[in-house]
């Protein structure tokens, strides 16, 4: 029996068992004499660092990221920081961290984390820069147009993730890209484009307009489709205008938008979004 309790014991910890309470008192107090009587930002700095940076025994690293989340609750700046000199590995985890903690993580201006971002989105490493795609498109970050599109022209892996960002964040700084993107000939990419198109509203409309008046049929049908789910009274004239030139040789569509404008001149049309897409990337 006692040979058996012991090979438990010794397969629980090979499995990375929790530490026995007394290792467990130990360690942390461990922690709390490192920490001492610091401030906040610096002890979270002092953490991040047995996380990150310095890595700990697997055990007093495990207590410290614990103690590291609740202790960024008020100040994250020390781990957008720690990013910058962590290894990959550790930069996706961080990425991660946010992406789970944004509701207290994301509060206030930090431009550290928009660079943060822009760091991840171009690293070398292919699991960073998913790390932060996912991010990207799940958390809200001001100004972040510039960033999303260089991000998906120097990865067209990352475009999905850019466009949901755009819908996320309604920012029409690069709605020309994204309205290009609806003829990507993509079937994810045009899906979140349609989508980020809905999230941007009605100043999307302006890269739409002038599609409807191409010569090409399938580029008016995709200008045409997107606008009917942000269209208002504003865009009527250009319906009408389609219903003149168009309607005959696309009859299907032609009721559609005919039923749309009816509802805008009654006050009565509430589009349904376009659905987000699910995967951002292909082998998800």
């Known amino acids: 029996m006692a040979s058996l309790a012991a ?3 010794a397969a629980a910890l090979a499995a990375g068992a929790a530490p026995a309470p007394d290792r467990t008192a130990e360690l942390r107090q461990q922690l709390t004499e490192l920490l001492g009587d610091a401030p906040r930002a610096e002890r979270v700095k002092r953490l ?4 990150w940076l310095d890595p700990a025994e697997p055990e007093l690293r495990s207590i410290a990221k614990e103690w590291l989340v609740k202790e960024a609750e008020s100040n994250s700046a020390p781990i957008v920081l720690a990013f910058f000199d962590a290894p990959p590995a550790a930069q996706v985890e961080i990425l991660d961290l946010f992406r789970e903690h944004w509701s207290t993580w994301g509060r206030g201006t930090d431009p550290w984390r928009n660079e943060m971002l822009r760091v991840g989105l171009s690293s070398p490493d292919r ?3 998913r790390a932060a795609a996912r991010l990207l498109a799940s958390a809200p970050f001001p100004r972040i147009a510039h960033i ?3 991000a998906a022209m120097a990865d067209p892996d990352l475009t999905v993730a850019a466009l949901t960002a755009m819908a996320l964040n309604r920012d029409a700084h690069a709605v ?3 309205c290009r993107q609806l003829l990507s000939g993509d079937d994810r990419v045009e899906a979140a484009a349609r989508h980020a198109i809905w999230g941007i509203g009605h100043p999307a409309a302006s890269c739409l307009l002038p ?3 191409s010569d090409d049929r399938e580029t008016r049908r995709r200008a045409l489709e997107a606008l009917l789910t942000i269209a208002g009274e504003d865009e009527l004239p250009a319906l009408h205008r389609w219903l003149e030139l168009h309607a005959e040789e696309e009859p299907a569509l032609a009721d559609r938008v005919l039923d749309a404008v009816a509802q ?3 006050g009565l049309y509430r589009p349904e979004p376009p659905p987000r897409p699910e995967r951002l990337f292909p082998d998800d």
């Open 176 to 178: 020309r890209w994204v």
């Open 264 to 266: 805008i001149e009654a």
């Open 148 to 150: 999303a599109v260089d």
């Open 48 to 51: 991040a660092r047995v996380v």
């Open 211 to 213: 599609m409807l008046e």
């Open 127 to 129: 699991s960073v820069r």
């Open 7 to 9: 090979a438990l014991l």
